[in-house]
C-alpha cells in the first residue's frame, strides 16, 4: 500500500507490523520449510502481545478498533514473511473472531476471542471435508443433540492450524432429513481440542510448510450446548460472514510474498 493512503495511526500499526516482520527470525521460516517447527505457536503469541492480531475488532474484545485498510496493510506486512505465517495469522485473528464477534454471546467472545487476540489461545476454521472441496452444503460431518450437549463426528481435511490450535470452529450437519433445506441444516460449533478430536497425518503443501495444516478426526466429541455459534442450523449466516476475511484477507496477505519475490 502507498502511505499516502493512510493516516497516522494507520502508518504507525502498519508499522509496527513492519517492526514485527524484522524481529522474526529467519531460521524460523527455514524450520517450518523443512517442517522441523509444525506450527509457529510462540511467534503468534508474540504478535498477539504486540497488539497485531485483529486489529480491526472491537477495543472491548482485545482489538484495536482499526479498519478494513489497517487490517490490510498489516496483513500485507505479515505476508512478506511467507503465505503461510500470514495464513496462521488471519485464521484465528480474523475468520474465526469475526464469527465469533458477529454471531456469539458475550461468554463466547470473552472466552475465546479475548484470549486469542492476545496470543494466549490459537484456532482453526473446519469447512473442508474429504469428499470434496469447499463445498459448505455438501458437509456430512454431523452433530447429535444429546440433551445438554451435541455429539460430534466427521472429518475435515486442509485444516491450517490442526496442530497447535487450542480450538476449532467445526460446520456439521444438526438437521439429519435429506429433504431440509441445505442452508437450514448445519451448524456452527466452537470445539475444544481434547478427547475425540485427533489430528490424523499433517499435509506437506509445497510453500505451505509448518502452519500445521492437517487433517482432523472427530469422534464422539462432546460439544457443550454453550458452545454452538449462531443458533441450531444457523451455520450460513457465520459462514457468510467469514467469507469476507477469507477473501479480502487471503488478497491482502499475497501482495506481501508478491514483494518479496520481486525484491529477490
Known amino acids: 500500500m502507498f502511505d499516502h493512503l493512510f493516516t497516522d495511526e494507520q502508518r504507525r500499526i502498519r508499522d509496527e507490523a513492519r517492526d514485527f516482520v524484522r524481529d522474526t527470525p529467519r531460521r524460523l521460516i527455514l524450520d517450518m520449510d523443512d517442517e522441523k517447527t509444525r506450527f509457529p505457536r510462540e511467534w503468534l503469541k508474540e504478535a498477539g502481545q504486540r497488539g497485531l492480531l485483529g486489529v480491526r475488532h472491537p477495543v472491548r474484545w482485545g ?25 496462521v495469522f488471519g485464521v484465528g485473528g480474523d475468520l474465526v473472531c469475526d464469527a465469533i464477534i458477529a454471531h456469539g454471546t458475550d461468554e463466547q467472545r470473552e ?22 472441496g469447499s463445498d459448505f452444503f455438501g458437509a456430512t460431518a454431523t452433530a447429535e443433540d444429546r440433551g445438554d450437549h451435541f455429539l460430534l463426528n466427521g472429518q475435515k481435511r486442509f485444516i491450517v492450524g490442526a496442530e497447535g490450535a487450542d480450538f476449532f470452529l467445526v460446520y456439521a450437519r444438526t438437521d439429519s432429513d435429506p429433504q431440509a433445506p441445505p442452508q437450514k441444516s448445519i451448524s456452527c460449533f466452537i470445539v475444544d481440542r481434547g478427547p475425540g478430536v485427533e489430528v490424523k497425518y499433517l499435509y506437506g503443501l509445497m510453500g505451505c510448510r509448518g502452519g500445521g495444516t492437517g487433517r482432523l478426526v472427530f469422534k464422539d466429541v462432546k460439544v457443550p450446548k454453550a458452545n454452538l455459534l449462531g443458533g441450531l442450523h444457523g451455520a450460513y449466516p457465520v459462514f457468510t460472514t467469514m467469507m469476507v476475511p477469507e477473501r479480502l484477507g487471503t488478497a491482502a496477505m499475497t501482495i506481501g510474498p508478491g514483494r518479496a519475490a520481486l525484491d529477490v
Open 63 to 87: 482489538g484495536r478498533g482499526m479498519d478494513w485498510v489497517t487490517a490490510c496493510a498489516v496483513s500485507e506486512e505479515i505476508g512478506t514473511l511467507s503465505y503461510e505465517l500470514a495464513c
Open 111 to 132: 472466552r475465546y476471542v479475548k484470549p486469542l487476540l492476545a496470543g494466549e489461545l490459537f484456532a482453526a476454521e473446519c469447512l473442508t471435508e474429504p469428499r470434496g
